[in-house]
Structures are given as C-alpha cells and as structure tokens.
C-alpha cells in the first residue's frame, strides 16, 4: 500500500518568514495530493491540492509543487501569520476520475502523512 | 462543497459496551469513510463505508469490532464494540463528493473515552 513520510513533524517561523513542509510518497500510482489543515480541537480542513499532470500549484499565500520523478511534494506557505499555526498534513490517493482506470473506481481512500505542527512565532 | 455532522460530538464509555457514531452529510456522496485519530497523531483509515454492501475494512480492523453501516447516499453509522481504554480516539467521518469533485471532507470528529 501507500506510505507518506512527512517532515518536519515540528516547524516554528518567524511571522513574516516562509514556512515549507515536505512530504514523500511511494506508490507511482498516486495522482492526487490534498494539504489538510487542522487547529486545534477542529476538524482537517483542505487548503490546497495538486493533481499528478500539474507540477505547482499557488492560492494567494500558498503553494505547492509536486515531482513525480523523484515522488515528493512540498507545501510553501509565504508571508506567515499567527493564524497559520497549526497541525499540516499532506496526503496521497489515486483518484480514478483523473484517469480512464476503472479497476481503481471507488479507491479514494487517503494515505495521510505524520503531519506537521507549525508555530508562528510573533 | 459538503457539509458533514456527526452525532455525538464526544462521549465517556465504560469498557466493554458499545458506542455507536452517526454521520450525516447534507447532499449525495460518492465515497464516505472512517478515520481514527489519537490524541497529537495523524490520521488512520479505518474503513471505507459502501452504500448498499459491506464496509471494504483496512488491515488491523475488523467489522466485528468496528461495524459499520451506509444505508444511503448520506448517512453512515460506525460502532465501536466491547470498547477498551484503547480505542479512547478522536473518530470522524469523510466523504468524497459529486463524480466531478476529488476533494474529501471531514465532519467534526466525535471525542471518545473509554474508562
């Protein structure tokens, strides 16, 4: 099955400095890779995705890029604020709707990574 | 995007009897599943919930301890059985929705605490 490494499993950053968290993953087969967000007592939130036919993807301060080659991803956030601090977590699924691969209908199910607490220090 | 309750927020057991968790998401679903998180980990997959067949189960669970039912497109039930002061977790259910759309969303997560 799939394995996702996550690190660092702690990161703490200066507000105003950029923050990047790096994952792996080890199934080719993947093609999907959502960023999860989660604050404290609240549930993983999604804050950006990339699919396996793009290599970067931005939304305002938050970016990721992607390198099938060598199987890892990695999420940049710019521009720290307080309110970025939080528990990250990368994932990895293969979505069958992104190919023609019926065998792989219905196997969405995520492979999520350690996660990353992340500490914006003011 | 769907909006995803799940009943009941948090709970204290005794050891031994079983707690069943509702999930009710607000539109169709393709996909709905159970995670299990600890308190500071990631999350685990527990099971995918089928609408209509058996819950397709991820190794080290087992319908016997984690049943779990998905009569509809938007609802899915998960127990917990002959809880232990192990299965103390944060549960929550996800859904993917529309053919057209990847993302997966999570409910809010029910709290449990099995003394």
């Known amino acids: 099955g799939e394995n996702v490494e996550q690190h660092p499993s702690t990161l703490s950053v200066q507000e105003g400095d950029s923050a990047v968290i790096k994952c792996t993953y080890s199934d080719s087969a993947s093609n999907y890779f959502p960023w999860y967000k989660q604050e404290l007592g609240k549930r993983p939130q999604l804050i950006i995705d990339i699919r396996s036919n793009v290599g970067e993807k931005k939304d305002q301060r938050i970016a990721v890029t992607l390198n099938k080659t060598a199987k890892h991803f990695s999420l940049h956030i710019t521009e720290t604020q307080p309110e970025d601090s939080a528990v990250y977590f990368c994932?990895?699924?293969?979505?069958?709707?992104?190919?023609?691969?019926?065998?792989?209908?219905?196997?969405?199910?995520?492979?999520f990574g350690t996660g990353t607490r992340l500490t914006i220090i003011p | 995007s769907a909006v995803i309750s799940q009943k009941p927020s948090r709970d204290i057991c005794q050891r031994g009897t079983s707690l069943t968790i509702q999930c009710q998401v607000d539109s169709q679903v393709t996909m709905m599943f159970w995670y299990r998180q600890q308190p500071g980990q990631s999350l685990t997959l527990i099971a995918t919930?089928?609408?209509?067949?058996?819950?397709?189960?991820e190794s080290g669970f087992v319908i016997d301890k984690f049943p779990i039912s998905r009569p509809n497109l938007t609802f899915s039930t998960l127990t917990v059985s002959n809880m232990s002061p192990e299965d103390s977790s944060i549960y929550l259910c996800s859904a993917v929705g529309t053919a057209r759309e990847e993302t997966q969303y999570f409910g809010p997560g029910t709290r449990l605490l099995v003394l």
């Open positions: 994932a990895a699924s293969r979505i069958s709707r992104l190919t023609i691969d019926i065998s792989n209908f219905g196997n969405e199910k995520l492979t």
């Open positions: 919930a089928n609408q209509g067949s058996e819950a397709t189960y």
